[in-house]
């Protein structure tokens, strides 16, 4: 998901996902540029220049294919202020924990649940609201291990709901995948299929349900023109509360 502001010379953007068009075109680390480093790009669909920050902190000015790097380090250097405010405004986004243990609190479905050891049985198991997963043991990182179950709920899960909801809107649906995505909660092909993230599962259903009708949409709009969203609007009217939800927590999953 991308939002996006326009000036007369260009966009500003944030976060960033990366276009299928666009390649790494050259990265300054020197005094001209402090650090964290400033990322250029060359895309050969950007009509305009563009200054994306990534979700790792990393400033990405994207050219346009008759652009030129002065004026690329033009349009940086003029917007500065917004680059400023823009990662001030990362900062303060909510931030999962790295390291899992008893006690942590992490998100699941749409709530910030602590991870508790469960009634005691032959193998050690703990609980996250009301689901039990077995772990191999309750000392060390439970994270690897938890988000393995996670992903396997999800891939159970999110097909059967992209099917029920592609049947319900009159949707040729070709295929589902639901895969470990770290830039984007979701996907098409013109071919017909979706890729949903496993990370869903760990939304609230409102937001799961979005997600999958975003992208089902695009099967019949392959594109975000008004006519796209009115599509969307049809099927999902509450779709601006769940792009505000994802704004706002998406950072709790790495998003």
Not at 83 to 111: F, Y
Not at 112 to 131: E, H, T
Not at 147 to 170: D, M, N, Q, S, V
């Amino acid at each position: 998901m991308r939002f996006r502001w326009k000036s007369a010379a260009g966009e500003l953007s944030w976060p960033f996902v990366m276009n299928s068009g666009e390649q790494e075109f050259f990265q300054l680390g020197t005094a001209t540029t402090p650090s964290p480093e400033i990322v250029y790009v060359r895309s050969v669909q950007a009509r305009r220049y563009r200054l994306t920050l990534r979700r790792d902190g990393v400033a990405v000015a994207t050219i346009p294919l008759r652009g030129n790097e002065r004026e690329a380090q033009r349009f940086v250097e003029q917007h500065r202020d917004w680059l400023e405010r823009a990662r001030a405004r990362q900062a303060k986004r909510p931030r999962a924990a790295e390291i899992w243990t008893i006690g942590t609190h992490v998100l699941w479905r749409g709530e910030m649940q602590q991870i508790r050891v469960a009634v005691a049985g032959a193998k050690p198991q703990v609980s996250v609201a009301a689901d039990v997963f077995r772990v191999a043991s309750l000392e060390g990182d439970l994270r690897p291990t938890l988000e393995a179950h996670f992903a396997r709920r999800a891939k159970i899960e999110l097909p059967a709901r992209a099917w029920e909801l592609a049947a319900e809107t009159g949707v040729d649906l070709k295929a589902v995948s639901v895969r470990n995505q770290r830039a984007r909660w979701g996907s098409c092909s013109a071919g017909g299929g979706v890729s949903l993230n496993w990370r869903l599962v760990q939304t609230p259903d409102t937001v799961r349900d979005y997600i999958i009708y975003h992208e089902l949409m695009h099967l019949k709009e392959m594109n975000h023109s008004d006519r796209f969203w009115a599509r969307v609007e049809e099927v999902c009217p509450w779709w601006k509360d769940a792009e505000r939800w994802l704004k706002r927590n998406g950072s709790l999953l790495g998003l």
